[in-house]
């Protein structure tokens, strides 16, 4: 869903982990300034500290223990995890410059996932009914597979926010508080599970270069930051500063 006029997105990474509710307050904040024209189109590539996220068809009885903070996301779909070892990259892109098609753009996300794994020689596949990307797991049985990411997002005024979530190396244990996106009878992976000991930053180039093919161009920031080390304040330790540059 490239843009016709080429302009590119904002390509940000946050180095420290961001708490969850200022993630969403930013996210709604920046897509409100899209819809305005504002601010330019934004790819916000975080880790969060560990927690749950509540979709909007979650199910009380899929939260099957409070080991971590629970948060409603706003989001389409229903519980999954969050927390360190994991790319979360959240997409502020502008619809009405992209065709507004909702379907489409979850497509995009996928083919954007599937690209991505496809670079450390992993195939992801889409499954008919079920949003995120899987991967065959001959090796747990006949017929198993893994989810190795997650796809939610959420549209107002035609701007998109929250967006995928691709497990590079999350403690797997950590998801068994929830029931992950209502799929009782498969389970999780990620990059290292299957044998890719790759760094975040590896994961972050091939979902830049995934990201382009299928959406157009990105261009690093050079703007003041989506949330400043200063909003993180006593929450990250002195010697890790945050700097997102937008």
């Known amino acids: 869903m490239p843009r016709p006029d080429g302009k590119p997105a904002r390509w940000v990474i946050s180095?420290?982990?961001?708490?969850?509710?200022?993630?969403?307050?930013?996210?709604?904040?920046?897509?409100?300034?899209?819809?305005?024209?504002?601010?330019?189109?934004?790819?916000?590539?975080?880790?969060?500290?560990?927690?749950?996220?509540?979709?909007?068809?979650?199910?009380?009885?899929?939260?099957?223990?409070?080991?971590?903070?629970?948060?409603?996301?706003?989001?389409?779909?229903?519980?999954?995890y969050h927390g360190p070892g994991q790319r979360v990259a959240y997409v502020m892109l502008d619809l009405r410059q992209r065709g507004r098609d909702i379907r489409k753009l979850v497509e995009g996300l996928e083919s954007w996932v599937i690209d991505t794994l496809g670079a450390f020689n992993i195939r992801g596949e889409r499954r008919p009914g079920r949003i995120g990307v899987w991967v065959e797991r001959p090796d747990k049985g006949h017929g198993r597979e893994d989810k190795i990411a997650a796809i939610g997002v959420r549209v107002?005024?035609?701007?998109?926010?929250?967006?995928?979530?691709?497990?590079?190396?999350?403690?797997?244990?950590?998801?068994?508080?929830?029931?992950?996106?209502?799929?009782?009878?498969?389970?999780?992976?990620?990059?290292e599970d299957l044998g890719q000991l790759v760094s975040m930053a590896e994961v972050d180039i091939a979902l830049r270069r995934a990201f382009e093919n299928?959406?157009?161009?990105?261009?690093?920031?050079?703007?003041?930051?989506?949330?400043?080390a200063r909003k993180l304040g006593h929450r990250q330790d002195q010697s890790n500063r945050y700097w997102s540059r937008i």
């Open 15 to 80: 180095e420290a982990q961001v708490p969850y509710p200022m993630a969403l307050d930013t996210m709604r904040n920046r897509a409100s300034a899209i819809a305005t024209g504002e601010a330019d189109e934004a790819v916000w590539l975080v880790e969060h500290p560990p927690l749950y996220t509540a979709g909007t068809s979650a199910v009380a009885t899929d939260l099957l223990s409070e080991r971590f903070p629970v948060y409603d996301a706003g989001r389409g779909g229903q519980y999954t």
């Open 156 to 191: 107002s005024k035609w701007v998109t926010f929250h967006g995928i979530s691709l497990n590079v190396s999350p403690d797997l244990s950590h998801y068994q508080g929830i029931v992950p996106c209502g799929i009782a009878d498969q389970g999780v992976t990620s990059l």
């Open 214 to 228: 299928n959406f157009g161009a990105v261009a690093d920031s050079v703007e003041e930051s989506l949330v400043s």
